[in-house]
């Protein structure tokens, strides 16, 4: 092979570094089979333990190091004392024009546009997540980034509940969502205050770059436009800030969900047998995964990082 032609072939990126007791501990609620290895100081022990317990079933490695070993693995000082080396996972590219007849329902769906900052991904999720969001929509532009170990970290654990998605065509997906969602795009002046916004559907909250705003063509696809009133001392808020604003006070607008009615011949539920409950952790088939806080230090299985 010439030179010419290995330096052509494509790089195989590195596993995603998840930081943070949060972060790490929604990775293994969520996708425990992307864990690869487990890294921790003295200090996490507690909460490293169940981590452990579950990896040494499945026949994983995990470790304790110090903080010199720690932050050479994380890659970053800010790891929190814990940091799993997990499978790359990126937002799911759609195949056309429409979300996914699967995608969870909720009352509000946050849509990114430009925004390639991964921190500010990262506090919107964790924001979107904690409001009860099911999904967060990246654009087809080229400045928008995409998951990565800052995002995650920033997240503190709310990417891990988030289905991401990648626009192929950001505004004829919001031209196609428009009998399910009301398409707001956010605007730092010109649009109505979110409490005048109309009911009656779910909304799609489109947040732009914060240098340059929302594409024109993007802006052509929403129906409407939300802007927040402040005092003018300064122009608009940092983009994660307004997201949390908005999210909560579109939240606030947002037609409740319709409850099921009650069956009329509801029964109350037969009582258990005796020692028919759940299992308790210790009789769980091998690789169930408990996080219950651990009374002994976490384990140790010797493995290189």
């Known amino acids: 092979m010439s030179d010419t032609e290995y330096q052509r072939q494509p790089r195989i990126p590195n596993p995603h570094r998840i930081c943070g007791v949060a972060p790490v501990r929604a990775l293994f609620l969520r ?18 333990g169940p981590l452990c317990a579950y990896l040494a079933r499945t026949r994983r490695v995990y470790r304790e190091v110090d903080a010199h070993e720690l932050a050479r693995i994380a890659g970053t000082e800010h790891h929190g ?33 430009g925004i390639g900052n991964p ?11 904690f409001f009860g969001c099911k999904g967060l929509v990246l654009s087809d532009d080229d400045r928008q980034c995409d998951l990565s170990d800052a995002a995650f970290r920033t997240s503190e654990g709310g ?24 398409t707001v795009a956010a605007v730092a002046s010109g649009g109505v205050p979110p409490e005048a916004l109309p009911r009656g559907r779910p ?24 802007t927040l ?14 997201a949390a604003v908005l999210l909560h006070a579109l939240l606030a607008a947002a037609p409740a969900p319709a409850k099921a009615p009650a069956p009329v011949d509801a029964r109350p539920p037969r009582s258990q047998p005796k020692g028919q409950g ?14 219950r806080p651990s009374t002994q230090p976490g384990g140790r299985r010797p493995g290189r990082g």
Do not use: W
């Open 31 to 48: 996708r425990a089979e992307d864990v690869i290895r487990l890294f921790y100081l003295a200090e996490r022990r507690q909460e490293a």
């Open 159 to 182: 990417l891990e509940h988030l289905r991401v998605l990648r626009a192929r065509h950001l505004p004829n997906l919001l031209l196609g969502m428009r009998q399910q969602y009301l």
């Open 81 to 113: 004392g814990i940091c799993a080396i997990a499978s790359l996972r990126y937002s799911e590219e759609l195949p056309g024009h429409a979300l996914p007849a699967n995608l969870p329902t909720a009352p509000v769906l946050t849509v990114l546009d």
């Open 119 to 129: 921190h500010n991904l990262g506090a919107i999720a964790r924001t979107a997540a």
């Open 203 to 226: 909304f799609a909250l489109v947040l732009g770059n914060e240098e340059t705003g929302i594409p024109e063509p993007t802006l052509a696809a929403c129906e409407a436009r939300v």
């Open 278 to 291: 759940s299992a308790p952790a210790e009789d769980r088939p091998a690789g169930k995964l408990s996080l």
């Open 229 to 242: 009133p402040g005092s003018g001392l300064v122009e608009s808020l940092n983009v994660a800030g307004a």
